[in-house]
Nanobody
C-alpha cells in the first residue's frame, strides 16, 4: 500500500524549534520528495525538496537558513528540522513523494502522493 504519514507537529513559541517526520512506504522512498505547507485561505506552498539520493536540496526563500530537510533511506524516513520558527510559519505541513519526471520541484502538482498533514502553530 502506498502511504505517507507525517508526525511531529505541535504548538511552539516564536523562536522555538520543531522536527517533522514523514514515514514513506517502500516504493515511494526511491523518489524525489518534498515538504509543502498550507495556511487557511491560502494555496499550498513549497517549503523544501530533497532528491532520492540526497544529492540535491532546495528551499523556499522564506525558510532558507532556518529549516533543514533530510532523509534516511535505510529507515524510509524524511525529516524537516525547523528552527527559529515565526508566527508566519503556522500552517498544515504536508510531505509529498514521487515527483513526476521533468516536472518542477516547487509546484505541488508535480507530486503524485501526499500525506495527511500535520499542524504546526507558532505563537507570538
Amino acid at each position: 500500500q502506498v502511504q505517507l504519514v507525517e508526525s511531529g507537529g505541535g504548538l511552539v513559541q516564536a523562536g522555538g524549534s520543531l522536527s517533522l517526520s514523514c514515514a514513506a512506504s517502500g516504493r515511494l522512498f526511491s523518489t524525489d520528495m518534498g515538504w509543502f505547507r498550507q495556511a487557511p485561505g491560502t494555496e499550498r506552498e513549497f517549503v523544501a525538496h530533497i532528491s532520492w539520493d540526497d544529492a540535491r536540496k532546495y528551499y523556499a526563500d522564506s525558510v532558507k537558513g532556518r529549516f533543514t530537510i533530510s532523509r534516511d533511506n535505510a529507515k524510509n524516513m524524511m525529516y524537516l528540522q525547523m528552527n527559529g520558527l515565526k508566527p508566519e510559519d503556522t500552517a498544515v505541513y504536508y510531505c509529498a513523494a514521487d515527483q513526476r519526471s521533468g516536472s518542477i520541484y516547487f509546484q505541488a502538482r508535480s507530486y503524485n502522493y501526499w500525506g495527511q498533514g500535520t499542524q504546526v502553530t507558532v505563537s507570538s
